[in-house]
């Protein structure tokens, strides 16, 4: 089946930081990767959605210059929390689209002290 | 806008009973419904998906789902759990193909399975 990656899993790092999350379709192309945010014992809220090539589209209420997203490859997106502080805290989920379904990674939880 | 509504929090079951997790959605046309499974340090996994035709789907791990449209649901089952069943189970909506499958998900429900 179609394997997602995310790396790194965990990352701590300190308020003022910025964070890179990587998103890799491991044995399939994605056009679209989508990027989602989870608080403990709460639900995926949709942050945006990467599109190979272009820029991605944010979804209202998510900081743009905040939340950086680059779809550089068919099989790579990557997330950047810039100037990170503490309420950015939260599990950081991406899925990647084949056209038909999702297909999600396990995740990375990012604490910022 | 779409909307997922989960009512039940958190679920316990013995092992071997029956599980219905409940799903009602709100969406203006024909929904693409959706429910995933979600374990600890694992991504989510989906177990079945309804877009048309029989309004009864079977998934994987032996689950199935029953899309009622007159009354919005879209409730997961299961005959008989297993201990492995424990997780978190989330129900989605997308507005369809033309809206890039942008996926809106309920607050999940925890699955407990006592032995």
């Known amino acids: 089946g179609a394997v997602v990656s995310q790396h790194p899993s965990r990352v701590i790092c300190k308020s003022g930081t910025s964070v890179k999350i990587e998103c890799r379709s491991l044995d399939f192309q994605a056009t679209t990767m989508f990027w989602y945010r989870q608080f403990p014992k709460q639900s995926l809220m949709l942050m945006a959605t990467?599109?190979?090539?272009?820029?991605?589209?944010?979804e209202q209420g998510v900081e743009k210059d905040k939340f950086l997203i680059n779809h550089a490859s068919l099989t790579l997106s990557t997330l950047t929390v810039t100037s990170a502080h503490p309420e950015d805290s939260s599990f950081y989920i991406c899925?990647?689209?084949?056209?038909?379904?999702?297909?999600f990674g396990p995740g990375t939880r990012l604490t910022v002290l | 806008a779409q909307s997922v509504t989960q009512p039940d929090i958190h679920i316990t079951v013995s092992e071997g009973a029956s599980l219905e997790l409940r799903c009602n959605y709100s969406y203006g046309a024909t929904p693409y419904l959706f429910w995933y499974v979600q374990s600890p340090g694992q991504g989510l996994q989906l177990l079945l998906k309804?877009?048309?035709?029989?309004?009864l789907v079977q998934g994987i791990k032996g689950f199935e789902a029953e899309f009622k449209r007159s009354q919005s649901s879209f409730n997961l089952r299961k005959p008989s759990v297993h201990w492995s069943d424990a997780a978190e189970y989330f129900c989605?909506?997308?507005?369809?193909?033309?809206?890039?499958?942008?996926?809106?998900f309920g607050g999940g429900t925890r699955v407990l399975v006592k032995p």
């Open positions: 899925s990647a689209f084949t056209g038909n379904e999702q297909f």
């Open positions: 989605a909506v997308a507005g369809g193909q033309a809206a890039g499958n942008k996926l809106t």
């Open positions: 990467s599109n190979e090539g272009s820029k991605a589209t944010y």
């Open positions: 309804y877009f048309s035709g029989d309004t």
